[in-house]
């Protein structure tokens, strides 16, 4: 166990839906960072949020949107889903706002398959 | 902007024999590099890490990985390979002072008994 927790680990919805995708980051942790992982595109970083606020962003479409709350979880929405946003999606965290000597901790992530 | 490049997307060993996963990378300052490794349905793993002290550095598992710079390389080794071994790896870089990073795209590391 990483110390990262992502929620659900699985998730089957038809085209043109909503999702949310959780991430707990590991105790301590400021950072969140959100990273996608298809076969065509293969890892790309999305966003990542340092105590609240969001703090870079990546290869992320207008249609997902993400938040970090006072408990330092965060939330990646994902709306009007389609075919291409099947994908393995995870999180991430850090101590601070840069990648510390460790890296990342990466969760186990949440597969995402749009039908 | 910084970038890396896997050289292989698939290599097959036999166990007991060595390993090299080749990674070379793009920077316009000296970057800070990351092998990663993935195992099937599993998330990811730190496997070591360069930030400018020792060329040679040394990861959990066996592994180790040599920064050369006149090389723009970072390539993964290790002396005997294990069926353990086999997973995807990635080759990472650091986006400058933000934090995230840019991933290769991958190899896949296959072992035979």
Redesign the interface.
């Known amino acids: 166990d990483?110390g990262v927790t992502q929620t659900p680990k699985h998730l089957i919805t038809a085209t043109g839906q909503r999702v949310t995708l959780r991430c707990s980051p590991r105790s301590g942790d400021l950072?969140v960072?959100w990273?996608q992982q298809s076969l065509d595109q293969?890892?790309?970083?999305l966003i990542?949020y340092y105590n609240g606020e969001e703090?870079?962003k990546?290869n992320i479409l207008e249609r997902f949107s993400a938040q970090q709350f006072p408990d330092l979880h965060s939330e990646l929405n994902l709306s009007s889903l389609e075919l291409g946003d099947s994908a393995l999606y995870?999180c991430?965290s850090?101590a601070?706002?840069?990648?510390d000597?460790?890296?990342?901790t990466?969760?186990?992530?949440t597969r995402l398959t749009v039908v | 902007a910084q970038s890396v490049t896997q050289l292989d997307s698939h290599v097959s060993v036999s166990e007991g024999t060595p390993v090299l996963l080749r990674c070379n990378y793009s920077s316009s300052y000296s970057p800070?590099l990351?092998w990663?490794v993935q195992h099937p349905n599993?998330?990811?793993?730190?496997l070591l890490?360069y930030?400018s002290a020792a060329t040679l550095v040394k990861g959990i598992n066996g592994f180790e990985a040599e920064f050369k710079k006149s090389e723009t390389s970072f390539h993964l080794t290790k002396p005997s390979a294990h069926m353990s071994d086999a997973a995807e790896y990635?080759c990472v870089v650091?986006?400058g002072?933000?934090?995230?990073?840019?991933?290769?795209?991958?190899t896949k590391l296959s072992v035979k008994p």
């Open positions: 990483s950072s960072y990273y293969g890892l790309q970083f990542q703090r870079a990546g995870f991430a850090s601070g706002d840069t990648i000597n460790y890296g990342y990466f969760g186990s992530g | 800070s990351f990663y599993k998330g990811l793993q730190l890490k930030t990635f650091v986006r002072s933000q934090g995230n990073l840019i991933f290769g795209k991958g």
